[in-house]
């Protein structure tokens, strides 16, 4: 019923172009839809969805017939719900129907959204993809307000260090990938670009380990007011000797 209301414009119409009742057949121009009963329709039938499982085509359907003006903060509302329900793949394809061309911080918190989704999934190369896909975003576009530009770099990087830890002991180039989508945006977020470096040490990257040990010794030193600033700085510098002593041993077994 819901689908059938949606796609009429009688159903949704409460009265002609002309300020007159309906006529029983009329054109279908005559009808003046009402957009607050069609976003209210529509949000009725995006819960109903959460109650099921969607196809993608059903999910496209909502998006088409819901209100130009509503239709990120529906689809929004459906992808958070699936989310919540634990129902990852529903959100996924939610997300990825989100126009690309509407206000900044909705598209940009669904390109950080998809990459969490992606990571959940265990699609690990395409969420340090989707990382990059929205930094590359913020760079270009920005981030909206203050208190929403604060809340996606809380979001980035918690995926970051959430994941950091899930794999601790079995880093990946995705994750350094992904520490770089969020350098490229944050270059002197102390901690991690620190980080960072560890995971190119433990990677074998001695090159790209040092600079970034270098790098994170130097903001550790111009940043003595950071509660963790002594201790990086300490572990920076050790480290550093220690992939330059690695370094020249493999040299010397050459």
Not at 4 to 12: A, G, N, R, Y
Not at 77 to 95: Q, S, T
Not at 191 to 203: F, G, P, R, V
């Amino acid at each position: 019923l819901l689908r059938e209301i949606l796609h009429s414009q009688k159903l949704l119409g409460i009265r002609t172009t002309s300020g007159q009742s309906p006529k029983p057949e009329p054109e279908p121009a005559a009808y003046s839809i009402s957009s607050s009963f069609q976003e209210d329709v529509a949000h009725d039938l995006a819960t109903f969805l959460t109650r099921s499982k969607p196809t993608q085509k059903q999910i496209a359907e909502l998006a088409a017939l819901s209100p130009v003006e509503a239709r990120i903060d529906i689809l929004t509302y459906l992808a958070g719900e699936f989310d919540r329900l634990g129902k990852k793949k529903e959100a996924l394809l939610v997300l990825q129907l989100l126009p690309k061309d509407k206000t900044q911080p909705a598209t940009l918190d669904s390109r950080i959204q998809i990459a969490q989704l992606n990571y959940d999934l265990g699609n690990i190369e395409k969420a340090a993809i989707n990382l990059d896909d929205a930094a590359k975003y913020w760079k270009s576009q920005g981030c909206g307000e203050n208190d929403q530009c604060e809340a996606a770099k809380k979001r980035f990087r918690s995926l970051l260090t959430n994941w950091h830890s899930a794999k601790k002991k079995h880093v990946t180039k995705s994750l350094l990938r992904a520490y770089d989508s969020y350098l490229s945006v944050f270059e002197n977020d102390l901690e991690m670009t620190y980080w960072s470096a560890q995971i190119a040490k433990d990677l074998g990257l001695a090159g790209q380990a040092g600079e970034r040990l270098a790098k994170s010794a130097e903001l550790a030193a111009s940043d003595q007011a950071h509660p963790k600033s002594k201790v990086i700085l300490e572990s920076s510098l050790l480290s550093e000797i220690e992939v330059a002593e690695g370094t020249q041993s493999d040299e010397a077994r050459l």
